[in-house]
């Protein structure tokens, strides 16, 4: 099996600061940090991937597993960062945490979970790409993604999101579908030391606050937050709330470290 690459994109940030990496969720591209990246690069080098077949990525030659995607982003990282992402982007975080808990120095997992939703549902999702395309996703997308007043609020950050998901490849969308299918890593949650901090948001329906929770509860240095004007795309709903979180985060952890230097 090949390994899938992963395509990352330098946003800047102030040289020697501490690196932040951001993973996008399914169906989206970086463009999902637009908005959070310009508050994050004050204090912190900010770096973002796409998964396989979305955005910059190239599509993916093989199948591959969550843990895989963890793996290709820690390969092209040579030195220890903090980790945030959201939904499918939060799963390889909580990968990262488990296979390379040296390079991760902190981990913010959005809108997501030990496990999501069920393997029968994301096949289902798999079959349905492979026939249809992701253009047949846009409308439960757009209902499932945002918080009642974001597309009318913030019409061009939306519908960027959404012609995202159009142009996504097909295969790598439903290969990506398969690796959450069979993730699970909730008999795990117990074995990862990284921090956590784990963000639900307030209007959503896909991975509500109890995954957050199970997340925050089950890892050895956990918590939670809410965002409650969001969905299940925070960094679009509330990106200034989105970016305060990471980084409110991100900076604690640097000052313990600095403390115990």
């Not at 899938?4 to 990496?21: F, H, I, S, W």
């Not at 770096?47 to 599509?59: E, K, Q, T, Y």
């Not at 990506?176 to 890593?185: F, I, K, P």
């Amino acid at each position: 099996m090949t390994r899938p690459v992963l395509t990352l994109t330098n946003a800047g940030g102030p040289e020697g600061a501490p690196l932040v990496v951001l993973g996008d969720s399914l169906g989206t591209s970086t463009i999902l940090w637009d908005e959070v990246v310009p508050a994050l690069r004050v204090r912190f080098r900010v770096r973002a991937f796409d998964l396989p077949g979305h955005g910059v990525s190239p599509a993916a030659g093989d199948a591959f597993t969550v843990a895989d995607l963890a793996d290709a982003l820690a390969a092209e990282i040579a030195e220890p960062f903090h980790y945030a992402g959201v939904s499918l982007g939060g799963a390889v975080g909580l990968e990262l945490a488990l296979r390379h808990p040296s390079l991760v120095r902190s981990a913010t997992i959005i809108a997501s979970g030990a496990k999501i939703g069920t393997a029968e549902g994301w096949h289902e999702r798999a079959a349905q790409v492979r026939q249809q395309s992701t253009s047949s996703l846009i409308i439960a997308s757009a209902g499932r993604w945002f918080a009642p007043d974001t597309i009318a609020g913030n019409p061009d950050l939306t519908g960027r999101l959404l012609h995202s998901l159009r142009d996504a490849d097909a295969e790598s969308y439903a290969r990506c579908c398969e690796a959450l299918a069979a993730h699970d890593v909730r008999d795990r949650l117990g074995e990862i030391t990284v921090p956590v901090l784990a963000v639900w948001g307030g209007h959503d329906e896909v991975t509500p606050e109890a995954l957050a929770r199970e997340i925050a509860d089950g890892v050895v240095h956990g918590r939670a937050a809410g965002i409650p004007g969001a969905a299940h795309l925070p960094p679009a709903d509330d990106p200034d709330a989105t970016a305060t979180v990471i980084a409110d985060f991100v900076s604690e952890i640097e000052r313990t470290a600095d403390d115990t230097a």
